[in-house]
T-cell receptor
């Protein structure tokens, strides 16, 4: 079955370190997204991509970057981790064939100390 | 922010009762979707209603959409303890870029 996987599922890192969260989907979807989920804010879009070599900023993109070198992967990098980036991160994918229904990964819990 | 709003934020009911959650949004939409999230898990798609539809059913789920009021509701009938989860509405703007905007969610607890 097609799926979307995130790694690591849980990570603790120190302030100032660079962190990369991996996302891999086997749906062959063109669209991929990164959201963060925080109490009181729901899900907020960080970055998104509509295809290889395409990346776009979402509403909370400061301090984050993504790259899309192939269809399957959209890694999310925190350039210099801050305590405010402690959150749960969800990767997701979709395309027109799925009616733009979004399929989510299981989440990556990141704690910045 | 274009983020939608949901109410109530939390809902606690007994098994067998109906649960109704409401969602309001701010922009013109192409469609509106509802997602479910079990504790510690990712979101799972439940149902999609298009902007030209007023009501849609899927099993024990009933979704309504009122585009004049920019609002939608999700009704879960004959609730079960296994329905305990958070429920989110999400929508595309009229440009249908594939990017979804999520509401803040309703946390539903169904007591056995």
């Amino acid at each position: 079955d097609a799926e979307i996987t995130q790694s690591p599922r849980h990570k603790i890192t120190e302030t100032g370190r660079q962190v990369t969260l991996a996302c891999h989907q086997t749906w062959n979807h063109n669209n991929m997204f990164w959201y963060r989920q925080d109490l009181g804010h729901g899900l907020r879009l960080i970055h998104y991509s509509y295809g290889v070599q395409d990346t776009n900023k979402g509403e909370v993109s400061d301090g984050y970057s993504v790259s899309r070198s192939n269809t399957e992967d959209l890694p999310l990098t925190l350039e210099s981790a801050a305590s405010s980036q402690t959150s749960v991160y969800f990767c997701a994918s979709s395309d027109r064939a799925s009616g733009n229904t979004i399929y989510f990964g299981e989440g990556s819990w990141l704690t910045v100390v | 922010s274009q983020q939608g709003e949901e109410d109530p934020q939390a809902l606690s009911i007994q098994e067998g009762e109906n649960a109704t959650m409401n969602c309001s949004y701010k922009t013109s939409i192409n469609n509106l979707q509802w997602y479910r999230q079990n504790s510690g898990r990712g979101l799972v798609h439940l149902i999609l209603i298009r902007s030209n539809e007023r009501e849609k059913h899927s099993g024990r789920l009933r979704v309504t959409l009122d585009t004049s009021k920019k609002s939608s509701s999700l009704l879960i009938t004959a609730s079960r303890a296994a329905d305990t989860a958070s429920y989110f509405c999400a929508y595309h703007g009229s440009s249908n870029t594939g990017k979804l905007i999520f509401g803040q969610g309703t946390t539903l607890q169904v007591k056995p």
